[in-house]
DNA sequence: GTCTATAATCAGATAGAC
DNA sequence: GTCTATCTGATTATAGAC
């Protein structure tokens, strides 16, 4: 009994987390789609081909699924992070990670979520996962335009935080929205205009 | 009969107009607040004094009153940019313009729409109010932008029109909530690091 | 036009069988 | 854990008296 135990529970895990991943990336999908208001629990499991009430087993409310898909969003940011490499200019590595937040956003994998709203920022700030990953990627970036300011390459007379900060909106920046709706420019194009319009401003150099 | 009738009918609307103008101040408050999807017809309601069906007799729809408190910034800001000199510098008046959205913003009376919502779309296409405005807005900018560009005050390697979103995009900026939210600057100090930001980049000049 | 009362619908969450 | 069926509450919108 005790030497199979273990192997069926990590099976069982096993299937229960292949079912919590499809679950998330739905939810990561329909966030990035419509937003969490317009996003329904049904549409969830409809998506996900299970019953509403089979997904409440996986997730106590509405506002653990979206933090599931920040934590998973925010996973990914550290992942890509820590791939860059540490030898690299400041300055160079954060334009990556302000490059590749565009491009998941482009690429309609970035989930947004209504700055307003109180339970979810509740939900949030309860959830470890996604405040350890918030945290760690701010130590992150915040040494690299710290580094990147003591470099000169970053304006030193702006705070760190207002840079960090401006960093994060590019997560849902409207510019990004407005530039793909009108059709005249491609991704790669949008991505260059805004990391351009981010880092070197909109008057001339 | 027909000498008092005109009296009468402009006393009447002038009191109409007044109902109206408190009904999309409240609808104005309360969109900068809670958002869309968050206000309900019932906190108007409440918030003006009068019951919901009253409403109902003045808008026909929840998205026409979001509609008309867009129209309602929106008059402000052609206001604001018809009141510029017109002989000053192009980028003078572009920075006043984006000052003022900021400052509105801040001051919570800029009221924000979910991008994503169709039915709110289709209304404020429908509005024909909101989409003159808007166009005269993009028409005065957008005369602006390209006159900086040939002065060589702003880059002219940028499209006007990923410019004029730019700035558009002030209006909904998370930047500024994210400072207003830290509590560590004042309006003022959120303002010039927004502007600076906007105009001159992140990157040391 | 304003009100009270109510319809109609939708969406988050749960009960209980299997 | 998954399902069907249901509950519960909130919300948009309207009916009908005054």
Redesign the pocket.
């Known amino acids: 009994m005790n030497s199979v135990a273990p192997v069926k529970l990590s099976f069982?895990q096993r299937?229960?987390q292949v079912?919590e991943d499809a679950i998330i990336h739905a939810v990561n999908r329909l966030l990035a789609e419509k937003g969490f208001d317009a996003?329904?629990?049904?549409e969830v499991?409809a998506q996900v081909?299970?019953?509403?009430?089979?997904l409440?087993?996986?997730f106590?409310?509405?506002?653990d699924l979206a933090a599931a898909a920040m934590v998973r969003v925010m996973r990914r940011a550290q992942d890509f992070i820590n791939a860059l490499p540490a030898e690299a200019a400041p300055l160079d590595n954060l334009r990556a990670v302000v490059r590749w937040v565009l491009q998941v956003k482009l690429a309609g994998d970035m989930p947004s979520l209504p700055s307003q709203n109180s339970s979810l920022r509740a939900t949030l700030i309860d959830n470890r996962d996604y405040m350890d990953g918030l945290m760690e990627v701010s130590d992150r970036l915040g040494a690299w335009i710290e580094a990147a300011q003591a470099q000169g390459h970053l304006n030193p007379a702006l705070p760190a935080i207002a840079i960090l900060y401006t960093f994060f909106a590019r997560a849902c920046d409207s510019v990004v929205e407005f530039l793909q709706m009108g059709g005249l420019f491609s991704d790669e194009q949008i991505t260059e205009l805004v990391l351009s319009t981010c880092f070197d401003g909109l008057r001339a150099r």
Do not use: N, Q, W
Request: proline share 5%; glycine share 4%.
């Open positions: 069982k299937m229960l079912r996003m329904t629990v049904d499991a081909g299970i019953a509403k009430a089979s409440y087993k996986h106590p409310s509405k506002e």
